[in-house]
């Protein structure tokens, strides 16, 4: 698999993810629990998902 079709799978997956955590949820997810789910804070610690790959990272933007 090439390195784009690679990270287009995992911007896929991280969306669908997003999207289950935001249909499970009665309120609009917060900036935190975003992170909780794309595993922000386990790529700065250096740990990796179930699968291996590096968390997710998301910058993070604050209004």
Known sequence: MSAQAD???TE???CG???V???ASENRLSWDQIDEVLRVGDERA???DESG???A???K???
Request: charge should be positive.
């Open 7 to 9: 990270v287009a799978l």
């Open 17 to 19: 993810e997003l999207i």
């Open 21 to 23: 955590a935001a249909t």
């Open 61 to 63: 933007r604050r209004d």
């Open 12 to 14: 896929i997956e991280m």
């Open 46 to 48: 250096g740990r990796s």
């Open 53 to 55: 790959k590096p968390a």
């Open 57 to 59: 990272s998301l910058s």
